[in-house]
């Protein structure tokens, strides 16, 4: 197995490094995700799929109770304040137009609208087919016709209150498909339901979180330290635990601390009705727990070199149209595409893709861990709150896309990674949402260090 020692040499940023990146990538991130049609609304099975590993009765949560742990006495408080509310997905869906529609590339909205000066064209996917690279179970694979279009920027991610049994059985369940003791298993069948919920695989989990805190100290003092190797912070850097296995539950503890990021940086003050930063939330979940910090930028390190990798089939020539039929806005669109990509590529390889899956017992693992993310992304429908949902189904589409550019396509130009539209969608906002949350959290930090400066 590849040593610890190796990922840091061949996988090597500060947490400087990344901060000082994203000061560039951020603008153009926003600029892209915000302000553009293609890259601002997503279409996904919100609503038709049921959860595939627990029927609701076994604690899935999209009831008022499972808010009632973090909303006390939820009945007092204003409606629009409830969980169940705060959850709810705002402004118009638009249905899937299906093939047959597809391919007469209708010039207007079929139903509902998508907000001003969309054209449809901009919002329709041409390819919905399943592709056995594939991280992610793509939402609506091997179907036409099914899939809402979302507006991203009328739902952002924040608190909605959901919590309690229910959130906490998507995340243990989430967690336990990191648990790689068995040396082979079918596909989309690791979960077996509640019963195995509470067997071995439980307390591996806990093994793992024990192992993280015992790290937490040398967390502490290699953070202090920026320009120590941001990957040597995993926190789980066992001698007996190969680097794809690490690499795995880093991506979802990452994507995990930048949900967090989010819910407590956008909070609801339920006594004066703001959404205002809430600092305890962020010190509870995140700030004592330095090593999800670390996952948190190991993701953003991850999807830098997605992005960066990516980059140059992006540009005139290449697959990629943005938009069919409107020429400016496809010129417009791809030039916003572009300047994230620059910046992404502005600093030397910081994740090396090319050590993974290759010695000890790597090569036997990659098919495991391509079938264990894509668990991960079907337990996206047993998430219960719309909002969560949305944005749990296109970060896991995100991760699950850079995986793919990462390990399913080599470094030379003939090797072109074609993603559907709704892959590329949710990469560019995981990434945002990434960016984002780092620098969240460079303020929260500050707000901890220095209350009384920190605005
Ligand atoms: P949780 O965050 O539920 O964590 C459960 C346990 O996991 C913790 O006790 C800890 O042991 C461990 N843990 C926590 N963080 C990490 C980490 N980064 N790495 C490793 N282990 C960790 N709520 C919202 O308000 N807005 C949202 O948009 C939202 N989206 C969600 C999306 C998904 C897919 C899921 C499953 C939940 C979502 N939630 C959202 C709920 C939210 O994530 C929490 O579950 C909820 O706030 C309750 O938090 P908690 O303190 O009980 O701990």
Known sequence: AISPTAIVSDACASYSTLERLNRN??????????????????????FSNTCPFWSDENGMCGNIACAVETLDNEEDIPE??????????EGPLAEHPGKQVQKEKPKKPL?????????????????????ERDYCVPDDAGTTGKGEYVSLL?????????????????????YRENCFQRSSFPQSASLGGPAQARGPAAMDFKAVMEAAGRKEVLE???????????VAKTGLEHEDECLEKRVFYRVISGMHASIS????????????????????????????????????????????????????????????????GDHDQDAETRAKVLAVTENASSVPQIFDENIMFKNGEGPSLK??????????????????????RLWGKLQTAGYGT???????????NEDIPVLRRTELVALFNTYARLSSSLAAIQKFRAMVEQPETAT
């Open 111 to 131: 139903q509902g609208s998508l907000g001003e000066n969309v054209g449809e064209s901009c919002v329709v996917d041409y390819d919905d087919e399943c592709d």
């Open 402 to 412: 850079a995986l793919k550019v990462l390990f399913e396509f080599d470094n030379n």
């Open 261 to 324: 990021t989010h819910l407590c940086w956008d909070f609801l003050n339920q006594t004066t009705g703001q959404w205002q930063p809430n600092v305890a939330c962020y010190v509870n979940r995140l700030h004592n727990h330095p090593e999800r910090i670390s996952n948190l930028y190991f993701n953003y390190a991850l999807l830098t070199r997605a992005i960066a990798k990516l980059g140059p089939h992006l540009g005139e020539g290449g697959p990629y149209t943005f938009c069919t």
């Open 367 to 388: 098919e495991d861990f391509r079938n264990r993310f894509r668990n991960v992304s079907r337990l996206m429908d047993c998430v219960g709150c719309d909002k969560c």
């Open 154 to 174: 009328r739902n952002p991610e924040r608190f909605t209150g959901y919590a309690g049994d229910g959130a906490r059985q998507v995340w243990d369940a989430i």
């Open 220 to 230: 502490q003092e290699r953070q202090q330290n920026p320009l120590t190797p941001f």
């Open 80 to 89: 629009v304040w409830r969980a169940s509310e705060l959850g709810k997905l």
């Open 25 to 46: 990538v951020k603008p153009a991130l926003d600029d892209l995700t915000q302000t553009t049609d293609f890259f601002s609304y997503y279409r996904l099975n919100l």
